[in-house]
C-alpha cells in the first residue's frame, strides 16, 4: 500500500529534477529545508531521523541534492521526506514536507477493532512493516 | 563600450546544422545582459588595477560568447572558471571577487551570485573526522555562488604531515572537479606564497583557469582612493591636509605591513578620530563645515611622521 503523506503524496513520485525544483522554490522563500528518515511510516508518527541539521543559509538546491543523495545512500531503503520551515513571524511551521524516497515494498497498514463498553469501538492502525524490530523493516534491494 | 572591443563579424560558420541561423546579433546580445552595465561599474568604482580590469573584461567576454553561441546552437563546453586572485593584503581581492560574483551571475554561469569567504579555521577542523563536515558546510553555503578562500597556501602545512588542512584540499579539489556547474573557487592571497602552494598541490593549479594579479597601487591612485573614502563619509582634506597626506602615504608606503588600500582606511579612521578629539578640545561654537573639514594638524600628528 502506497504510503501517501505531506504534499504532492497523491501525485506520482517526483523525479531528481522535480525535488530540486521544489527546493529552489523553498530557498528562494526562505525557508530552511531538512531532510528527515524513518522506517516507520504510521501517520502519527511525526518525528523522523534528522538527516544532519536543517539546512539553514543554503543557497542553493544543488547543496540540498547533495544531502540527499548521501542520505539516500546511507538508507536506500526507508522513507525520506524534505520538509521546508517558514520563520516568519505569525507563521512559525513547516511549510512544505514532501516524501522523497519510499521503500520499494510497502507492505501497509492492519487495522484494530477494539471492543469497549456499550459496543462503542474503537479504531486503530498499526503499519505490518513495524513487526519487525528497527532496521529489518524493509528488505534491502537486491 | 564593450562592444568597441568585441569582433563583431563572428556569425556566419556554415558547417552548422542547416536550420541554424548564420547571423546573430552580438549587439543585442550584449544589451541583453545587464553585464555591460556592471563591468562599467567595475571601472567607475575601483580605482586602479588596470590588468585585472582587462582580464576581468576579457572573461566576461569569453563567457558572452559562450553564450551567444550556446543560443546559434554550437557546441559549448562549460569554461573551467575557478580562478586564483594574487596580490599584497589591500589591493583590493575580495572587492573583485564581490564583482566577479555578479558578473557570472547575470552570465547566467552561477545561481545566485553571492559570495562566501572562508578562510582555513572555517575549513579545517580541530580533530580527526572534523574537516570533512566542515568542508562540506561551507561548500553547501557557497553553492549557487562564489567560495572565495583567503590566504588559501594556510591550508597546506607541509611541516605538519597530520595537519588537517590536506583534506580540505583534496575535499576542495573533488568540489571544484564534480560540482564545476555549482560553485565558483577563487584562491587569494600573497603572489609568492601563492605560487609556492600551487607547486606543491599541482591539483589546483591545473584546475584553476584563470590567474589574476593584483598590482600594488600607486601612491597617486592610493590619494584617490583616500579622497574618495573621505568623501564617502561626509568629510574633506583641505589644501594644507591634503598636502600633509600626500605626504603620508608616501612614508607610509615604505613602512613594513604596508596594506594599500586598508592602510588608507585605517590611517583615515585614526584622523577622523583626531579630528574628533581637537574639536572637542576646542569646544564653543563651530561651524558646521568645521566638523566636516581635516586638518593639517590632524594628519601630521600620525606616528609615522614622528618616526626618522
Known amino acids: 500500500m502506497r504510503v501517501t503523506q505531506g504534499t504532492f503524496s497523491f501525485l506520482p513520485d517526483l523525479t531528481d529534477d522535480e525535488i530540486r525544483a521544489q527546493v529552489q522554490y523553498c530557498l528562494d522563500h526562505d525557508w ?4 528527515e528518515w524513518t522506517d516507520d511510516p504510521h501517520p502519527r508518527n511525526y518525528y523522523w531521523e534528522m538527516w544532519g541539521n536543517p539546512m539553514f543559509d543554503v543557497k542553493d538546491a544543488a547543496a540540498v541534492m547533495l544531502e540527499l543523495a548521501a542520505c539516500r545512500r546511507a538508507h536506500p531503503e526507508v522513507y525520506v521526506r524534505v520538509s521546508g520551515y ?11 514536507s514532501f516524501i522523497v524516497q519510499r521503500p520499494a515494498e510497502e507492505p501497509g497498514f492492519r487495522l484494530v477493532r477494539e471492543e469497549g463498553a456499550d459496543r462503542q469501538v474503537r479504531y486503530s492502525t498499526i503499519a505490518y512493516a513495524t513487526d519487525k524490530p528497527a532496521g529489518q523493516r524493509y528488505a534491502p534491494r537486491t | 563600450m564593450t562592444a568597441a572591443e568585441r569582433p563583431t563579424p563572428e556569425g556566419g560558420p556554415g558547417a552548422a546544422a542547416p536550420e541554424a541561423p548564420l547571423y546573430v546579433d552580438l549587439d543585442a546580445a550584449i544589451r541583453e545582459t545587464p553585464v555591460a ?5 567595475l571601472e567607475d568604482d575601483l580605482i586602479g588595477l588596470r590588468p585585472v580590469k582587462e582580464r576581468v573584461r576579457e572573461i566576461a567576454g569569453l563567457l558572452l560568447l559562450g553564450k551567444v553561441r550556446e543560443r546559434a546552437g554550437l557546441q559549448t563546453e562549460r569554461p573551467t572558471l575557478h580562478m586564483s586572485f594574487t596580490g599584497r593584503p589591500g589591493t583590493g581581492k575580495t572587492t573583485v571577487a564581490m564583482r566577479m560574483a555578479r558578473i557570472l551571475h547575470l552570465l547566467g554561469y552561477v545561481r545566485k551570485g553571492h559570495l562566501v569567504v572562508a578562510t582555513r579555521d572555517d575549513l579545517v577542523g580541530q580533530y580527526v573526522g572534523h574537516t570533512a563536515p566542515k568542508t562540506k558546510e561551507v561548500v553547501k553555503r557557497a553553492m549557487g555562488g562564489v567560495l572565495f578562500i583567503d590566504e588559501a597556501y594556510y591550508l597546506y602545512r607541509p611541516e605538519n604531515e597530520r595537519d588537517y588542512g590536506q583534506e580540505a584540499i583534496e575535499m576542495l579539489l573533488q568540489v571544484m572537479e564534480n560540482h564545476r556547474e555549482d560553485l565558483v573557487v577563487i584562491l587569494a592571497g600573497y603572489g609568492d606564497r601563492m605560487d609556492t602552494f600551487f607547486r606543491s598541490n599541482p591539483g589546483f593549479h591545473s584546475r584553476i583557469a584563470h590567474h589574476l594579479e593584483f598590482p600594488d597601487y600607486s601612491a597617486d591612485e592610493l590619494m584617490t582612493i583616500a579622497e574618495g ?17 600626500r605626504e603620508y602615504i608616501a612614508r607610509r608606503m615604505r613602512q613594513p605591513h604596508f596594506a594599500n588600500a586598508r ?12 579630528q574628533a578629539s581637537r574639536l572637542l578640545a576646542s569646544a564653543g561654537r563651530v561651524a558646521v563645515d568645521e566638523l566636516r573639514r581635516i586638518d593639517a594638524a590632524d594628519v601630521r600628528a600620525s606616528r609615522v611622521f614622528r618616526e626618522e
Not at chain 1, 530552511?32 to 531532510?35: A, F, L, R, T, V
Not at chain 2, 592602510?263 to 583626531?274: H, P, Q, T, V, W
Open chain 1, 32 to 35: 530552511p529545508i531538512s531532510i
Open chain 2, 37 to 41: 552595465e556592471a563591468l562599467a561599474q
Open chain 2, 229 to 245: 573614502m573621505v568623501a564617502q563619509q561626509q568629510y574633506r582634506f583641505d589644501d594644507g591636509s591634503r598636502a600633509a597626506f
Open chain 1, 86 to 96: 517558514d520563520r516568519r513571524l505569525g507563521r512559525q511551521t513547516t511549510a512544505i
Open chain 2, 263 to 274: 592602510s588608507m582606511r585605517n590611517a583615515i579612521d585614526r584622523i577622523k578620530l583626531r
